[in-house]
């Protein structure tokens, strides 16, 4: 008898096992979302924990290039976004991630990226936050911007005024500037040359026809307009003028941003905190210090998302009455 109690006993726990990652999965509704824009519509994908509480809800701003609303783009599949919204589900906070304009299902929006600007991202971001700011399912909205995502983030939130920002891996420096020291040490120096003298023509607003091809990537003639948009921004500027309860956080093995730039973050508003990650990169996991090891995790979809970054969001959402103590 005891024999058969315990075989019991183990194919319970064995079910239980097979079944547990399906009930896990059940806690939250995945579902599709458009926002209308002045050219048509961006698509995004809205993950809700199942409650019928009102529950508050981050808007995840991707960060640059044609990146979609997982957080890959043509040259890294890493499902940033995607892991993090479904960390920030398991928190009890619903999320939006949407396909940028020209990229993914909004691609319809942008066809030809010679007309994109800033100002684009950011009207895209107010619409997304009108939207969920009237829908009765969400009891508060918080903008959430990961690298360039975070100036997109600081520059809606003044016209948004959600109830949180937070900047993930925002540049602390002119996008311009932070190129620079990207490309330092990177190329020969006759390329860098030229790609110091394309930046400071950018800078000028002007565009050139002609870019060596081993920099076509950063600074094809399609995407120069942009540029010259992007480098006209200040980031520290316009974290300054949020007023929104504002949460800092930078990973120490950035190999894009640096700590630095957080500091400068920081630096612009006294009053927001600063949560810096031992070990987090910057698509959000834990890496190795080598510059392979970061590397490799912009193709590593299967890595977890750094506990601390959702330690660090809930106790900031919680300790600003945003996110209710119980979740």
């Known amino acids: 008898m005891a024999y058969f109690l315990s075989m019991r006993f183990f194919l319970l726990i064995a079910l239980l096992a097979m079944f547990a990652p399906l009930a896990q999965a059940q806690t939250w509704v995945n579902q599709r979302m458009t926002v209308q824009v002045s050219d048509g519509h961006l698509h995004g994908s809205l993950l809700l924990p199942k409650t019928d509480a009102p529950l508050p809800v981050a808007l995840l701003i991707a960060g640059s290039g044609p990146t979609d609303r997982d957080g890959n783009n043509p040259l890294g599949h890493n499902d940033s976004l995607k892991r993090l919204a479904q960390a920030l589900a398991k928190r009890g906070i619903a999320s939006v991630r949407y396909d940028k304009r020209g990229v993914g299902q909004s691609q319809p929006v942008a066809p030809d990226e010679s007309q994109l600007k800033v100002e684009d991202y950011v009207d895209d971001a107010v619409a997304w936050s009108r939207l969920l700011q009237a829908d009765p399912r969400f009891s508060a909205l918080v903008?959430?911007?990961?690298?360039e995502g975070a100036l997109i983030?600081?520059?809606?939130?003044?016209?948004?005024?959600?109830?949180?920002?937070?900047s993930l891996a925002g540049s602390g420096r002119p996008i311009d500037a932070l190129l620079r020291e990207q490309l330092q040490g990177r190329l020969p120096t006759a390329l860098l040359a030229?790609?110091?003298?394309?930046?400071?023509?950018?800078?000028?607003g002007r565009i050139h026809q002609?870019?060596?091809e081993p920099l076509q990537v950063l600074f094809r003639l399609s995407v120069q307009p942009y540029l010259i948009s992007l480098f006209q921004e200040d980031p520290t500027a316009a974290f300054a003028n949020t007023t929104a309860p504002a949460l800092i956080i930078q990973g120490s093995h950035d190999i894009q941003v640096s700590s630095k730039d957080a500091q400068a973050l920081k630096q612009a508003r006294a009053d927001a905190e600063l949560a810096l990650i031992k070990g987090m990169g910057h698509v959000l996991r834990i890496t190795p210090q080598d510059s392979a090891g970061q590397v490799a995790s912009y193709n590593s979809p299967e890595l977890p998302i750094a506990h601390e970054l959702t330690e660090q969001i809930s106790r900031f959402l919680t300790e600003h009455g945003v996110l209710p103590a119980s979740s």
Do not use: M, R
């Open 194 to 204: 030229s790609a110091n003298y394309l930046i400071d023509e950018l800078n000028a």
């Open 143 to 147: 903008l959430i911007g990961h690298s």
């Open 210 to 212: 002609q870019v060596p």
């Open 153 to 166: 983030a600081s520059l809606a939130e003044p016209t948004v005024k959600p109830a949180a920002l937070i």
